[in-house]
C-alpha cells in the first residue's frame, strides 16, 4: 500500500493534496511553535541577526586593511518579481542593511562610512511596508556615520576622484540566496561568451562607471579583503551557523522517520522544507539533494521526482538560510528502513573510514597533516575490517588511496554560501568552519555512499554542528522506526 504524508497545513491546503504527495504543515508539536510565537509584526527595518556594533567592527577592519583609500560598495537591486528582497553576501556583510539599490563608502582616511539609500517611497510603503531610508534613525539602528539621499553619492565621489585616491571594490559578481563563488563566476562567464547575449556584470558596469568619473583613482579589489575576513567566524556568526546545522539536521531525522518506499524524492524534500520554514528560516542554503538508489551516483542530482524503491539508498543533502548563514549536511539511509547485508558491509567500512578523518582534524595544523593521519588511519582499517565482497574491498581501497597523495584541502568553507568564500591561509585556525564530504563509489553499479558534517575549529580541538544526527547503521535504523515528528500519515 502506497503511504501518503500530511504535515498538517490548513485545509484548503490540504485538499489540493495528490495522491503520494507531501504536503507539509503542522502537526500539534510544530502548531505549538506558531501558537507560541507573538502576532505578525512588521519586518524590522534593520537586521536583528546580528548588532549593529559588529558590522561596526567590520568596516573598521576593512578601514585598516585600506590604509588612505576607500571603499564603495554597491548593495543588490530590487527584485523583478513578487520575491522578499534579500541583499547580497558582500554588502550584508558590512551593514546588514537590506535595502534595494543601496550604495556604501568606507573611508579609511577620515575612519568613517557613509550610507546612500533611495528617499522613502510612501505609496511602496502603502504596499509593503516601512524600510529603512536616509536620516538620523538610520544612522542609529545601523551605527554608520551618515546615511544620506542616494543622490549625494555623485558629489562623494567627485570629492574622491578630485584626490585620486585608491577606490577598492567588488570585483566578483554578487552572491545571492543560494549562490556561492563558483556558481556567479561561471553565470557571469557563461553569459559574457554567450554570442546572444553577451551582458556584463553590474560589478564591471560599476567600475568602469568609476574609472570614468576617477581616472587618477587605481581600482582595486575589496572582495580579497573580504573574503580574508570572512574566513574566520565571530561568535555571532558560528552561532547563527549551528543554528543552521541543527536545522538541517533535523531535517535529516524527519526525512529517515517518514521515507517509505513509494514516496517521491520531492516529497523528503517537502519535510525538510517544513522544518526550515518552521523554524523561522528565510530561506534554504542551496537546492535539495535528495537522490534515491543509482541517482545518488549525480553528486548535485535534484530531479526530485524519482520514487524510492525498496532495497534503495537514499542520499539527502539540504540545509537552510539562517540570517544569510547556512550550512551543509548529509546523510544516507535505506528506504525501507533496513540496510541489506550488503549495504551493512558497504556503508560500514565507509563509516569507519570517515571517522579516520573525522578523529584526525585538529587546530593549527596544516589540512595536509590532518589527511596524512587519517590517511595512516584509515590503512588500518582496512587490515582489520573484515570484507565479503571483493568490490566492496576494492572501493574502499580506492578511497584510502585518495589520501595518500599530497593533497591540502579537507572539504569547501561554509558560513554565508554553502561554499563559502575563500583566502590564502596555511593552518587550520579556530574559527574556521567547513564541511568534510569524502565518496565512496563503485562506478559500475552506479553506487555512491557520501556523509557530510559541519566542522567547527576550536582552541582545543573541533565541534561536528551536526554529529547529533544518526550517522551509524543501528542507530540509523532505530530512528527509522520512530513516528515522525512533524509528519502524519493517512
Known sequence: MRHRYVVGLPAVVLAKAGCGLLVVGLTAG????VSAAPPAAQRPIFTSALPASEFAERRA???RAIGDGVAVIQGATERAAYQQFRQNA???YLTGVEVPRAILVVDGRSRASTLFLNPRDARMERSEGPVLTPGAEAEALTGIEQVLPRDAFDAALAAIAAEGRHIYTTFRPEALEAATTYQVNRHAQHTAGDKWDGRRTREEVFREKLAAIAPKSEIADLDRILDGMRLVKSAREIALVREASRLAGEAMMEAMRVARPGMKEHEIEAAGDFVFKAHGAQGVGYFALVATGANASWPHYHGGRAELADGDLVLFDYA???????SDVTRMFPANGRFTPRQREMY???????????TSIRPRVTPRVVLGEAHAKMEAVLRAFTFTDPKIREAAGRFVAGFAGDRNSLGHWIGMEVH???APYDTLEPGMMFTIEPA???PDERIYIRLEDAILITESGYENMSGFVP???DAIERLMRDAPKYVRAR
Open 61 to 63: 577592519e576593512v578601514m
Open 30 to 33: 510544530a502548531a505549538a511553535i
Open 90 to 92: 558582500q554588502f550584508f
Open 440 to 442: 565512496l563509489t563503485i
Open 471 to 473: 550517522s551509524d547503521v
Open 320 to 326: 537552510p538560510d539562517v540570517n544569510y548563514y547556512t
Open 348 to 358: 560500514g567500512v565507509y563509516l569507519e573510514l570517515y571517522n579516520a578523518l573525522m
Open 420 to 422: 563559502d568564500v575563500s
